[in-house]
């Protein structure tokens, strides 16, 4: 198979008999150069096939008009609309998005880091892996002036701009909800307490038992990886408790959904026997039965604000770090699978800028 060598400028200058200022110029549209000429230079461009060569026009202006996008993981509702928002607005912008995710491991999430850094992107939008534990791969982006913006997952301790929602509001209104509901023995589904979000949410919990004389019981608390497992592991572990539960708080939609599906199974009535309330607001909380009470977590929200922050921070609109912390709103959904008593249908959480 014969392979085509890619068409140059140099190579319709010699077949125009042009000069190759005058083919850029012409390929540019530009309209120093007569319209006639230009169409002629378009066309003979078309016809045999010529590619423009961005990857060296971007090294000559020292851009890449490339964003890198580090993710936990591809197969989440979650993930997805926080994608769409971050694309909608770089795409606005004339910016070109290269996506990579760690699959949980801090490894990989520095062999992401590190690709990025040699591809030159001009910002990078990173959500931490459960295994990260510190942000060593990313230092050379701010020693050479190239913005890194956290959403969701983040360190908060860290010197960086980070998009987030108020978890601990989250988690403590969700128990609070279910302890409305009268629940009195909640336990608690969740992921590593290592990552903000999961800790956050655990420490909302704690908080709202105590807030109504209810005591923490470190036995309710089930830490696992939100899987599909993970849901069906946490039902049968419920169902052997004694007492059991009466009410529970699961921080993923998906992990709920089966963990509902599983206590069904094996005879438990929802909410009668066990009230409960998932996280994201997935669409899956729509379908199951009972239909899930959940946190709305926006992810098209989060991804937009937090392209519309770097984009800034590329634009010169704002400063590196100008802006530590930004929450993005959410809200508790209450539907069937946790209402045992008259309940508002929505509360708000925090939203703002700290």
Avoid: W
């Amino acid at each position: 198979m014969n392979i085509k060598k890619d068409i140059t400028i140099y190579d319709l200058a010699q077949k125009l008999n042009l000069s190759t200022s005058t083919i850029s110029r012409a390929l540019n549209d530009n309209p120093i150069i007569n319209k006639r000429t230009r169409k002629t230079v378009q066309e003979t461009a078309r016809e045999l096939g010529y590619r423009h060569n961005t990857f060296a026009s971007n090294l000559r202006k020292q851009k890449t008009n490339t964003i890198g996008v580090i993710v936990h993981e591809l197969n989440s509702n979650f993930i997805t609309s926080v994608l769409a928002g971050i694309e909608k607005v770089t795409t606005a912008a004339g910016y070109d998005l290269i996506i990579a995710h760690s699959s949980e491991n801090h490894e990989k999430e520095v062999a992401n880091a590190l690709n990025f850094f040699h591809k030159r992107v001009d910002g990078v939008l990173a959500s931490l892996s459960f295994t990260t534990h510190n942000l060593d791969h990313f230092t050379p982006f701010g020693e050479r002036g190239v913005p890194v913006v956290f959403f969701d997952r983040v360190e908060e301790n860290h010197d960086s701009t980070h998009v987030i929602i108020d978890n601990h509001k989250c988690g403590y209104q969700a128990t609070k909800h279910l302890i409305e509901q009268g629940c009195k023995r909640i336990v608690l589904v969740t992921a590593s307490l290592q990552r903000n979000v999961y800790e956050q949410r655990h420490s909302g919990y704690m908080d709202a038992l105590r807030d109504n004389g209810i005591p923490y019981n470190k036995h309710l608390v089930l830490i696992k990886d939100l899987s599909e497992q993970c849901g069906i592991d946490a039902a049968m572990e419920i169902m052997h408790m004694d007492p059991m539960p009466d009410g529970a708080f699961i921080t993923n939609d998906f992990t709920a959904a089966v963990c509902m599906h599983t206590l069904k199974e094996n005879g438990l009535n929802i909410p009668g026997d066990i009230a409960v309330v998932g996280f994201n607001n997935d669409a899956i909380g729509k379908i199951v039965h009972p239909k899930l009470s959940t946190i709305n977590y926006p992810g098209t929200d989060m991804g937009e604000v937090a392209a519309r922050n770097l984009i800034g921070y590329l634009n010169g609109a704002s400063e590196l770090h100008q802006t530590k912390t930004i929450i993005v709103r959410s809200e508790l959904i209450v539907r069937e699978s946790s209402l045992r008593a008259e309940s508002p249908v929505a509360v708000p959480a925090t939203t703002g800028v700290l």
